[in-house]
């Protein structure tokens, strides 16, 4: 699942550099080997905080901005990402991103590294380095966020693979599209699922941002 994301994400062309920054924890160990076969950098870090994880895979390189995604979206769009680094240029933003009008599973967004250095030194809460730009979106005051909206909403598709039932339909999705065309687009995708609505019902009702509501709910009450 991981190498047709990357696969996806390598046909961007705003990107400078791909990292894939996981754990060190025994079990991620096939992740830097398949990583390494296939070319593609990986930075390993702390497994819960997630912050210093990305923000140390960056620090090296210093860049501008870093663009972020999570491992759980084989469905990733690279004509998407393109927009969102176009849009997060197009103004003075610190933190821009596709909006929860895609459809959940085609996440990502462009953190200025600056932006992304302040929320490392100042954020406390668990879920804050648990979930890496979440410190930024809570300071609306502090930082320009830019949302990118599609055109229609989408929120109520979820693509991302996060249960059984989310991986049977990117599953069914890559087999009725992938042999055909590997790089196939986010239209073909939403054409299939018109012709075909029940895929849809396969992992219907699960909740968006179920993970983030569980990291919020844990943390400590405010004093």
Known sequence: M?????DRVRRARSLDALIVATSTEAGDDAIEQLCAAEDVRTFRGSLDDVLDRFYQAALPHRPRAVL?????CPL????LIDRVVDFFHSDRFDIAGAAPTFPDGLDVEVVRFDALEVAWRE???PSDREHVTQFIHRHPERF??????NDTDLSHMRWTVDEPRDFELVSRIYEALYPRNPAF????????LSAEPELLNLNRGIRRNEGL?????????AR
């Open 123 to 125: 954020a406390t809460l």
């Open 213 to 221: 509501d569980r990291s919020l709910a844990a943390d400590p009450p």
């Open 144 to 149: 320009r966020i830019g949302p990118l909206h």
């Open 185 to 192: 687009t986010t239209k073909d995708i939403l054409d299939l």
């Open 76 to 79: 990733a769009d690279p004509a």
């Open 68 to 72: 972020r995604m999570t491992g759980d």
């Open 2 to 6: 991981l190498l047709r994301q990357l």
